[in-house]
């Protein structure tokens, strides 16, 4: 497996952010996460987005950070946002969530950031687990859909 750090619209980070839309759209009913991103959120050292690659060079894997900072919306100066962290289907439960989880992080924490914090939702319970058991703890709601009943907010410090 290779991940490597890609732009946000790399063309294979625009079909694994399309595959994962559809899976929101699926567990939700809706149009999927209307969060705006654009591609500069992820430029070093402001963030980073990876793809993992498989074997045969397909990409199987997402997952990014941005910076954000006390913005009325719940952020806190500081703050590393996961977004897009996805695994096609048929490579789950083969551990790549937490390793690019464990990159991020470490990337993160190297740019300077003091937390990592994330928004997931109720129907997306295999999230919800990796992030707790990552050492995630719930926290005040931010961002986009922080006063959506569904939507769950975690946080973990990245201490060095």
């Avoid at 793809?51 to 719940?74: K, M």
């Avoid at 992080?105 to 997306?124: F, I, K, N, Y």
Wanted: with cysteine; aromatic share 10%.
């Amino acid at each position: 497996m290779k991940i490597r750090r890609v732009s946000f619209d790399h063309p294979d980070a625009v079909k694994l952010s399309d595959e994962v839309q559809a899976e929101y759209r699926e567990r939700y009913g809706d149009g999927g996460d209307a969060t705006i991103l654009e591609p500069s959120d992820f430029e070093p050292p402001h963030g980073v987005y990876l793809i993992a690659y498989d074997e045969l060079g397909r990409a199987v894997a997402t997952g990014g950070w941005r910076s954000q900072d006390d913005n009325g919306e719940g952020n806190e100066d500081g703050d590393a946002e996961l977004k897009r962290m996805f695994v096609i289907r048929e490579m789950r439960g083969l551990g790549l969530a937490r390793r690019i989880l464990s990159i991020l992080e470490d990337d993160a924490r190297s740019a300077g950031r003091t937390r990592m914090v994330l928004e997931t939702g109720t129907e997306q319970p295999e999230a919800i687990a990796l992030y707790t058991s990552s050492g995630y703890e719930p926290c005040t709601k931010f961002g986009y859909y922080r006063t959506y009943e569904a939507s769950r907010c975690f946080a973990k410090p990245l201490t060095p």
